[in-house]
């Protein structure tokens, strides 16, 4: 479904330019979930940031496919109508544009770049309304601006309704579990857990065993360096808590 | 012995056009002593241009090179009035509503009304001089002695004319309150709107105001506010500029406890320019000015903001104002000039200003996109949301047709 082929990808201007993305090979089949896992500094939200078209970073070689389409030519708007969803490490504040205002003009721009009917109000209320029950986010707190004042593991909340409303084809997590209490990682576990789908791949980026206990990849991926090093199943990275990235890499190397 | 028209010529340094018909109006007008001093103050000056240091930006003159019927007419839609009074002000006529708010009352004055510091608003004082219609209207005074409790609009609206000049006043009795909504939408080359609010003890008024001239057009609107002991007096502007506009608002406290909020928003396409300036003066102890003004400029539009604070020694006291002015230069070749000023000379005052001028947040419109919302559809909502909080104080009747009418411009103009 994601198909990535010696990816490649700078950050910086002319002679600033870094390689951080350095022949990155990857490939989540639909249905799938895979975690991705490395250091601090690794490139895993970079990587993310480019699969997601943001500004800033120069894909150097390799290819990046969605169910066989070229995403590199894509705007990002059109990416994410197509499916590809990112639930940031850092979300942004958006001031004066409330949640549900924010939420229903992506969805209805993405269905009308689609050529989708938009969704009526009470549709949208309806589903707003379970979904926020489900993930503890009062009606109150969805009228108010998007993640402006929100505390951080509310924003990783909000990130994962935003997923599940819009839900999207494609969706990487880069770092949603970090900041949330033990209660929230299970309803953000939850939430993923009820988005899995023959249909649908999921990316996991992050830092810790304990959401994977939750959410039981496919596959886990060591990214260290701008690539992936090493791969293996859900016991990878039972075995990077233990022996840490030293240990597993040391042997790998 | 009233000044003949080739004394008034030589007032004027260097007439050009323009000023030359503007002569030959006032000559029109039947003679007056207030009249003619009104116009000799503006001949002090002729029409405010670059060289004039409260007008350095906006140079009425150089755009104003003769006066020329519009090309358009109303550029947009008054806002709505529904079943509420309207006085509609237009080139040659005026048509009064058949039914007023309770407690507002219409005072029509044939003749020409002093104008006090005059020399301070020279296009104030150009209009004093020349709303006058031949054999009719010359100021309309708006007296209100209760609570009125529903708006009464003014539209100053042209079809196609030379000129539209139009003096109000309006006297606030103790007390009483009367929501004001002004819609100043074009059809005239060049259009100049006067009014003046006296504002009595405990009275209060709230004044919403929507601008759209067209880029052929001059437009000003200048508002001469004195505010009585404990009165509010709140004001909200949208403007969409002119080929130059100036909205113009001069306020003193005069007694003590009055409360000013002064907010406005401006978004100027290609070809447009709009100018807030505001002058408030603390001449009283313990009252309050709060002003926001909010801009959105594109490529080829200017915005203007000139805000000054003064706070006398002694008789400011206790003043506590604040001046926040921010914009969006939303393409390359946007133009924003703005001058905060304070002048501060009472030793025991809250004052504060903050002024900011930048583009729009890359991170933010990065994450609208990631999310479905194309680029200029996530660069009008971020500006829209922007401008927002100048809007607030609109009155309610009105406050959304502003705010849609700022989205309508954002959502066509903005890519
Ligand atoms: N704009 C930039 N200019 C220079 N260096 C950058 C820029 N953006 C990212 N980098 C560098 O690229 C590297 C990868 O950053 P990235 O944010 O992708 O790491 P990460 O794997 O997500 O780390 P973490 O686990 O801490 O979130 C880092 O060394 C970072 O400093
Ligand atoms: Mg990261």
Redesign the interface.
């Known amino acids: 479904m994601l198909k990535l082929d010696q990816l490649s990808a700078t950050v910086g201007e002319d002679d600033e330019a870094k390689t951080i993305i350095n022949g990155l090979s990857l490939e989540v089949p639909a249905g799938e979930v895979h975690a991705i896992m490395g250091p601090n500094g690794a490139g895993k939200s970079t990587l993310s940031y480019v699969l997601t078209g943001r500004g800033g970073y120069e894909v150097t070689g390799g290819s990046a496919l969605l169910e066989g389409e070229d995403l590199l030519e894509m705007d990002p708007e059109e990416r994410a109508a197509k499916g590809l969803f990112l639930s940031f490490q850092y979300p942004v504040e958006i001031p004066g544009v409330p949640v549900m205002t924010f939420v229903r003009t992506a969805m209805n721009a993405q269905r009308s770049a689609r050529g989708e009917e938009e969704i009526s109000a009470p549709d949208f209320i309806k589903r707003s309304r379970e979904l926020g029950k489900q993930l503890n986010l009062t009606p109150e707190m969805l009228k108010r601006p998007l993640n402006v004042g929100f505390s951080g593991g509310e924003k990783k909340r909000l990130e994962i309704f935003q997923m599940m409303m819009l839900e999207p084809r494609f969706a990487i997590l880069d770092e949603t579990d970090s900041g949330l209490d033990i209660d929230a990682l299970r309803t953000v576990a939850d939430g993923v857990n009820a988005l899995r789908d023959p249909a649908r791949g999921m990316l996991v980026i992050t830092h810790y065993q304990r959401l994977l206990d939750h959410i039981k990849p496919d596959k886990v991926h060591v990214l260290a360096g701008g690539k992936i090093i090493k791969t293996g199943g859900p016991e990878l990275a039972l075995r990077l808590e233990k022996e840490g990235y030293d240990g597993v890499l040391g042997e790998a190397a | 012995m009233a000044l003949s028209v080739s004394d008034l010529k030589d007032k004027f340094r260097n007439p050009g056009a323009a000023e030359l018909e503007l002569i030959a109006r006032y000559a029109m007008l039947p003679e007056s002593g207030q009249r003619e001093r009104a116009f000799e103050a503006f001949a002090s000056t002729g029409l405010p241009h670059r060289r004039m240091e409260a007008w350095k930006w906006t140079d009425f003159k150089a755009n104003l090179k003769s006066v020329e019927a519009s090309s358009r007419g109303a550029q947009c839609a008054p806002l709505p009035a529904a079943d509420q009074a309207v006085i509609e002000f237009s080139a040659g006529s005026v048509s009064l509503p058949t039914s007023l708010p309770n407690g507002v009352k219409l005072h029509e004055r044939k003749d020409a009304q002093a104008l006090g510091d005059a020399e301070e608003v020279p296009l104030g004082a150009m209009t004093a001089a020349l709303a006058g219609r031949v054999g009719g209207l010359d100021t309309l005074i708006i007296e209100v002695t209760e609570t009125a409790t529903t708006p009464l609009h003014i539209v100053a609206k042209g079809d196609r004319d030379e000129t539209n000049f139009t003096r109000v006043s309006v006297i606030v009795r103790p007390g009483a309150h009367l929501d004001l909504v002004e819609s100043h939408v074009g059809g005239a080359g060049f259009s100049s709107f006067l009014i003046e609010i006296g504002m009595q003890d405990g009275g209060s008024f709230n004044r919403t105001v929507l601008q759209h001239g067209s880029a052929d057009e001059a437009q000003a609107i200048t508002a001469v506010v004195n505010l009585g002991d404990k009165s509010e007096y709140t004001q909200t502007a949208l403007a969409f500029g002119a080929k130059v506009a100036r909205l113009e608002t001069r306020l003193t406290h005069q007694e003590s406890g009055s409360h000013a909020e002064l907010n406005g928003a401006y978004l100027c396409a290609k070809g447009f320019h709009a100018d807030f300036t505001s002058h408030v003066r603390h001449g009283a102890p313990s009252s309050v000015t709060r002003q926001v003004t909010k801009g959105a400029v594109l490529d080829g539009g200017t915005g203007v903001f000139q805000g000054k604070f003064h706070v006398p020694r002694t008789i400011g006291q206790h003043t506590d104002a604040d001046m926040q002015h921010q914009a969006l230069l939303l393409e390359d070749g946007a133009e924003v000039f703005a001058k905060p000023e304070l002048e501060i000379y009472a030793d025991d005052v809250e004052c504060a200003h903050g002024n900011t001028s930048g583009a729009l947040d890359?991170?933010?419109l990065?994450?609208?996109?990631?999310?479905?919302?194309?680029?200029a559809?996530a660069r009008a909502?971020?500006t829209?949301?922007?401008i927002?909080?100048a809007l607030e104080t609109a009155h309610e009747s009105v406050r959304d047709a502003l705010t849609d009418a700022a989205r309508s411009f954002l959502m066509e103009s903005v890519r």
Do not use: H
């Open positions: 890359p991170n933010q990065f994450y609208m996109r990631q999310r479905g919302i194309p680029e559809q909502l971020l829209e949301a922007f927002a909080e």
